[in-house]
């Protein structure tokens, strides 16, 4: 089993940044694909990005590319997500998730934190 635990949300102003962290527990994630999904009210949740445990295939939305970025810090087991120059539309709960495959879909993650908030004033 993975417990997934994310943090680091809350209400910032357009144009300011926040770091999520999503703390891993449970059986190693060294070979897992980690991705970022958020949701806002009333819509379906969507992908943000995704990259293997150990890096090497980041890969952003189109709405995040060049302001967003997945890190990670193997010893603290933790997946980061850099959000800089965020916009009133990125106000969502944002969710890690683990998985066997990196896929854009949410239905192919096993794994799920119990999301953070993130909310950005005009």
């Known amino acids: 089993q993975v417990q997934l635990v994310e943090s680091g949300g809350g209400l910032v102003q357009a144009g300011g940044s926040l770091r999520l962290s999503c703390a891993a527990s449970?059986?190693?994630?060294?070979?897992?694909?980690m991705g970022w999904f958020r949701q806002a009210p009333g819509k379906e949740r969507e992908f943000v990005a995704y990259?293997?445990?150990?890096?090497?295939?980041?890969y952003y939305a189109n709405s995040v590319q060049g302001r967003f970025t997945i890190s990670r810090d193997n010893y603290k087991n933790t997946v980061y997500l850099q959000m800089n120059s965020l916009k009133p539309e990125d106000t969502a709960v944002y969710y890690c998730?683990?998985?066997?495959?990196?896929?854009?879909?949410?239905?192919?993650?096993?794994?799920w934190g119990q999301g953070t908030q993130v909310t950005v004033s005009s």
């Open positions: 998730a683990a998985g066997s495959l990196l896929y854009t879909l949410p239905k192919y993650y096993d794994y």
């Open positions: 449970g059986r190693t994630l060294s070979s897992s694909a």
């Open positions: 990259d293997w445990w150990n890096g090497g295939s980041t």
